[in-house]
């Protein structure tokens, strides 16, 4: 993929400012990517314009060589992309989390989205029909307008809106998320050397394991042992102490546990997840993640909201002080590890790359359907996705397939084809089977309330 012109990138959902304005960064600081176009597309017109007036400004700054468009037209962004970027959340936090107060009300904690193995409070599934519906017409403008464009998503659900666009449409779609890398607070704990280490993660997306830990080429997982034997007491003791993040969980007793139940380390949102073990209230969350319960807690959760309207605000006051430069806010140094730069540089430069993605499974992974996202590491380059083989997997992950990835993939394939089939019984078989239900009462209760609220009309009807 060679171009003497510059390329056309979409960002659709350009309204998610921090970002917007960070992906915009990294972009401007891509040598092979100068002369290119960014069209950052929004519904919201003021959080576009100053996500636009901040990336000019800041491409300026940097003496970046991109093109910054805005619309609030998707297909005008999308026609003739060379890279649509879907960061797209249909109607917001605050639509979903109207939902998660009434689901609360009839005693769904968390929500009815909570289930096994998807405690992520942002992963809107099965009360996800606009999620659904957005990232589908998406994808078919794309294939409509951009054709040979590469879709890249990183809203959430990655898991099933990859694995819908890739049966529901001809998009060249590849799903993304950054959680792969907290296989690095784990090196961390251990006090390994990243650049001496291997590591080989898969799964489904929020469902990953570390199925290869190797360092200076020799086998290391016995030392995960060590450390759980030997240091994880005064690690966890310290821990609990000095907490402030919620999401610093990635090694916290819910880790630890869940490598003890099923053979292998889990990694990233995976350690969010699990099952009812870890969330049955708060004090359980607390047990288990730590004094803020982890981002999944109402405590957590409500902290991770505040910081989003934080930053907003600070994006805000850093672009109103035109004294000072915006570099200052944002140094001008690529985000490490940034997967949807990481993925355009590999095919722009068609240079081959190792990248962690989801991708249907096509035989790459054993014990998964083909048309089913998985989420590992693959070569990229200018022709694409090329699959690597993963045969020779520990004896644990047996386990892990049975028992963790495969109740998964039924909650997925659950909520894919409660979106495209609707009607009551959808819902109601996905709450009946609950272990918050009490009765047939109190789930079409529920049901009846989330249908009726204002702004759920359609969903309302699809479900009827």
Known sequence: MVSSHGYKIALIGAGSAAWAIGLVKDLALIPSLSGSTVVLMDIDEGRLALVSRFAKR?????????NIVTTTDRREAIKDADFVVNSTLAKGHGHYERMREISEK???????????????????????????????????????????????????????????ISRETKAKVIGLCDGYYAYKDLLRVLGLDEGKAEVEVIGVNHDDWLTRLKYNGEDAYHLIDEWINVKS?????????????????????????????????PIGDTVRSGTWKYHWDLKTKQYWYGPLGGPDSEIGWAMYLTWHKIEF???????????????????PVRSEGEPVTMVIEAMIEDRAKTIEVNVPNQGAIPGIQDDVAVEMPAV????????????????????VLKYTIMPRVIRGEWAIEAFLGGGRDALFNWLIIDPRTKSNEQVNQVIDAILKMPGNEEMAKHFS
């Open 313 to 331: 605000n600070e994006l805000k006051r850093a672009l109103e002080n035109e004294a000072k430069p915006l570099t200052e806010h944002i140094p």
């Open 106 to 164: 009839y005693g769904y904690y968390r929500g009815i989205n909570s289930v096994e193995w998807n405690m992520v409070s942002d992963y809107h599934t099965i009360w996800g029909y606009y999620q659904f519906k957005l990232a589908l017409d998406i994808a078919n403008d794309v294939v409509d307008y951009a054709p040979n464009a590469w879709l890249l998503n990183v809203s959430n659900p990655v898991f099933e809106l990859t694995t819908l």
């Open 58 to 66: 800041y491409v300026s700054e940097v003496k970046g060589n991109l």
């Open 233 to 265: 007491s005064q690690y966890f003791e310290k821990w609990r102490e000095e907490q402030s993040n919620p999401f610093d969980v990635h090694v916290s007793p819910a880790a630890v546990d869940m490598y003890r139940a099923y053979g292998l380390w």
């Open 380 to 399: 990229i380059d200018a022709k694409g996705v090329h699959r690597l083989s993963f045969s020779n997997l520990p004896k644990a992950w047996g386990r």
